[in-house]
């Protein structure tokens, strides 16, 4: 369980980028958070996993508090939360494999590491992540020769070699076209639901947060605005959230009806 | 495609070939190092030779403050002779180059051109020095200057053909269009685009030039070498030491100064380009 | 909502023209004459120097006319030269890997640790090899071993500056995730610093080699080992047959080298 209590963040510059957030998310729910740019959805994403700071007040995963770990603690706690990144942060020189294996990195001692003598087990972990999202054939290409869509299903693969407990994801699919955002968006699902992992997902397209999102929450300014389930929000939510009315940016389209049948 | 698909494991690519040439660069550093003429006592009295050497150059009665100002002299004339051999050499490379660009001359021009190129590169400086440039212009600066200049050329030309070759073809494919003659045509489309980047070069073979000039003193050409060979061979390390100093310091300065330029130059090319380009919302023209 | 208003056909005023670029040019000129001038500078006359060409057309001559039974007595020297070369790449760029981590914004551990190394390397940077020979050689003799120390501390000089450039210049991402998956300092740098930096790193080893071997002709000059001696024993001389001789075995090396790295640089990239 993650649990925000009363956390806030504030930069450097002055901007409140979290306000005062309570927060409760049970193990296994599928979460998606909406709001504008600079909202603070980066922001929360990142205070899990203890990459921004919490200025005030606290977030603590199953009772172990991130604010207060040291930075050995903080990286076994990393170690069991895995990150896809909008712009998926691949090596790109390097091989597939080598990308995925930076996820057993937390496990493999600092020689081994620097030599890339990863363990048998290791790396079928790593293959066995890459079968699941389907990629496993390009193992040993290298990754800048990949689409962005194969790219982001590495960086899913990555996350998944951790083995993790849960998985953040920070506006995944922005950089793909419709039809690879669904195929990412299914993927995360399916993820959270067989292997029970949870997940929260930031997202700007208010339709495909409807489709995928189990629980959707709402961030204005910093300042938690909206917390139900994918059923009970419809524009009005939406605009709430906003705090404006929707505009043909905030959709994805008509490829967001797509059917998501498993 | 959807997931535990039906790709199989590929097999682990052969890493030969890569291991093989390591192993045979290995063998070269290995053959080398029991090869070279010196004996391992050599190696461990080196610390205390060094050591002994900087003190007396620095500590025992602290460098030879009396004689900075002729120390600063020298190194004002290798600083003279740098920026002249660099100005030399930028000069004649900057036509050099384009004439050795495959985008802006002809494929058999560029490439002769680039074989001299690196014809005059491989003449290291100080073999320039010594074989042609004081012969011409007997001993003392100029002879370095022309000799700075002219391995400048090669080194500077090289770079800036390839910084010409490297360049967006749209501008030029502009400025053609309009009817210009072939040479506006390079001052406007292309020498806009790369004249920031050449002249972060320039200053950065400043900067190299300054070191190949306290080189050149020792084979006679001008500048502050002769006269830190002079100290050294005559065990006069306090002098020795202060002239090390004088050169250290006079090379961060100008190297600060130089690399600050430098920075503020590309700075300048880049905001151009990325501009200030400001797209109205869609809202705002809509509503 | 706001609705932009389009401005009623007025033209912006002309903006003033930036000083930055008079100021450089005079600065410039200003540079140049006085360095050139007899008072302050080096005392350049063009035409003198005109007329001097006339001897130097005498030299080249003799250049192109190599006198190749000198070539078994430079083997040695050259030999010499090479292993020096070598090993002091070798050496040198090791060092400079480590180096340059510590003395990059985006890999240093904290502050005071990466200033000291930005300090250091710049005394390191600032003194030419000859400055490293001739030290060397007063603290150790003559030989190679002056040489090979001196060009190792060059090679750490030119190497981590150049290196340190780059890792400044890196993609971040791939360090965020590496630290999103719990990854150590160490590991980080292993697997997504070092990565996007390889490439170069060759490439500016490969540099140092030729940078060594051209080194060398100088280095020997003082007592360090090398070409260098033969060469000047030569020239003293004014045996301008046997100079090419060694010019065109420099030539053939840094051409071989030149080689070599476009190969490698085509394989890694």
Redesign the interface.
């Known amino acids: 369980m993650i649990r925000f209590e009363n956390a806030s963040v504030t930069y450097p510059g002055g901007v409140h980028a979290l306000r005062d957030l309570t927060l409760e998310i049970p193990d296994g729910q599928m979460m998606v958070i909406v709001g504008l740019s600079g909202a603070g959805k980066s922001t929360l994403i990142r205070a899990i996993n203890g990459l921004v700071p919490l200025s005030e007040g606290d977030v603590t995963i199953d009772g172990v508090s991130v604010r207060r770990a040291n930075p050995r603690q903080l990286r076994q706690l990393r170690s069991k939360i895995g990150m896809i990144f909008q712009t998926f942060n691949l090596v790109k020189r390097t091989t597939v494999l080598n990308n995925v294996l930076m996820g057993r990195l937390h496990s493999t001692g600092t020689l081994r590491s620097l030599l890339g003598w990863y363990r048998a087990e290791d790396v079928e972990v790593a293959m066995q992540a890459l079968e699941r999202v389907g990629i496993v054939e390009k193992a040993y290409v290298r990754a800048a020769n990949l689409s962005g869509g194969q790219q982001q299903r590495v960086g899913i693969a990555r996350a998944l070699a951790q083995q993790p407990k849960i998985i953040l994801a920070d506006e995944p699919v922005a950089s793909l076209d419709p039809p690879t955002s669904h195929v990412v968006m299914r993927d995360l699902q399916r993820i959270n639901r067989e292997l029970k992992i949870t997940t929260i997902v930031n997202l700007h397209f208010l339709d495909l947060a409807k489709v995928y999102g189990e629980r959707i929450i709402g961030l204005r300014q910093g300042e938690l605005v909206y917390d139900g389930t994918a059923a009970e929000a419809d524009e009005n939510v939406f605009r709430d959230i906003y705090g404006r009315s929707l505009t043909a940016d905030d959709l994805m389209g008509e490829a967001a009806a797509a059917p998501a049948t498993l | 495609m959807s997931a535990l698909a039906a790709g199989s494991r590929p097999a682990r690519p052969s890493r030969a070939k890569r291991n093989l040439a390591l192993l045979g660069a290995a063998v070269v550093v290995a053959l080398c190092a029991l090869t070279v003429d010196l004996d391992p006592g050599e190696i461990l009295r080196l610390p205390v030779g060094v050591g002994l050497v900087f003190y007396e150059m620095f500590l025992r009665e602290g460098p030879e403050w009396s004689y900075f100002p002729e120390a600063l002299g020298y190194m004002l004339e290798s600083l003279q002779i740098a920026w002249l051999g660099t100005v030399l050499g930028a000069i004649i490379s900057l036509p050099l180059g384009f004439f050795g660009a495959k985008n802006v001359s002809s494929g058999l021009v560029s490439n002769v051109m680039r074989q001299v190129l690196n014809a005059i590169r491989a003449f290291p400086e100080v073999v320039l020095a010594i074989a042609i440039m004081i012969p011409i212009a007997g001993l003392g600066p100029v002879a370095g200057m022309l000799a700075l200049g002219l391995h400048s050329v090669g080194t500077l030309g090289k770079l800036t053909a390839e910084v010409i070759e490297g360049i967006d073809p749209g501008p030029v494919e502009a400025a053609r269009a309009t009817g210009a003659r072939p040479l506006q045509v390079q001052r406007w489309g292309v020498l806009p685009q790369v004249l920031p980047e050449i002249v972060a070069f320039w200053l950065y073979r400043f900067e190299i030039n300054i070191r190949a000039s306290a080189i050149l003193g020792v084979v006679g050409a001008g500048g502050i070498g002769f006269v830190l060979q002079q100290a050294i061979s005559f065990n006069r390390h306090e002098r020795a030491g202060m002239i090390i100093l004088v050169v250290i310091g006079a090379t961060i300065v100008v190297d600060t100064i130089s690399g600050w330029i430098r920075r503020r130059i590309i700075e300048g090319a880049e905001a151009k380009v990325s501009g200030e380009l400001v797209e109205p919302e869609l809202a705002d023209v809509t509503a | 909502?706001?609705?932009?208003t389009a401005q009623p056909g007025g033209r912006p005023a002309r903006p003033r023209p930036s000083l930055a670029v008079p100021i450089g040019l005079l600065a410039f000129v200003a540079?140049?004459w006085?360095?050139?001038s007899e008072q302050f500078?080096?005392?350049?006359?063009v035409g003198?120097?005109i007329a001097?060409?006339g001897?130097?057309a005498e030299?080249?001559a003799d250049?192109f006319n190599p006198d190749w039974e000198f070539l078994p007595q430079t083997v040695g020297p050259m030999v010499?030269t090479?292993?020096?070369a070598?090993?002091a790449s070798?050496l040198g760029c090791a060092v400079a890997l480590l180096v340059a981590f510590l003395a990059s914004r985006v890999t240093a551990p904290n502050a005071p640790v990466f200033l000291a190394a930005r300090t250091v390397l710049?005394?390191v940077?600032?003194?030419?090899?000859?400055?490293y020979a001739?030290?060397?050689?007063?603290?150790?003799?003559i030989?190679?071993?002056a040489g090979?120390?001196a060009l190792t501390f060059f090679n750490i000089g030119v190497v981590a500056k150049l290196l340190s450039e780059t890792v400044d210049g890196v993609?971040t991402?791939?360090i965020?995730?590496?630290?999103?998956?719990?990854?150590?300092r160490?590991?980080t740098v292993?697997?997504?610093v070092l990565?996007?930096v390889?490439?170069n790193y060759v490439a500016y080893s490969l540099y140092t080699f030729e940078l060594n071997i051209?080194?060398s002709?100088?280095i020997g000059?003082?007592g360090a080992?090398g070409i260098g001696y033969l060469?000047?024993t030569q020239?003293r001389f004014f045996a301008?047959e046997r100079?090419s001789v060694i010019?065109i075995e420099?030539?053939v090396f840094?051409?071989l080298i030149?080689l070599l790295s476009i190969w490698l640089r085509r394989r890694l990239v």
């Open positions: 909502m706001t609705v932009a540079v140049t006085a360095s050139a500078g080096i005392g350049l006359e003198d120097l001097d060409i001897r130097g030299i080249i250049l010499e090479f292993q020096m070598v090993l070798v710049s005394v940077r600032a003194i030419p090899d000859i400055l001739l030290v060397f050689v007063a603290a150790a003799g030989g190679p071993l090979i120390a993609d991402g791939p965020e995730a590496a630290r999103a998956a719990g990854g150590n160490l590991q292993r697997w997504s990565p996007q390889l490439p051209r080194a002709t100088v000059i003082v080992g060469l000047q020239y301008w100079v010019i420099l030539f840094v051409f030149e």
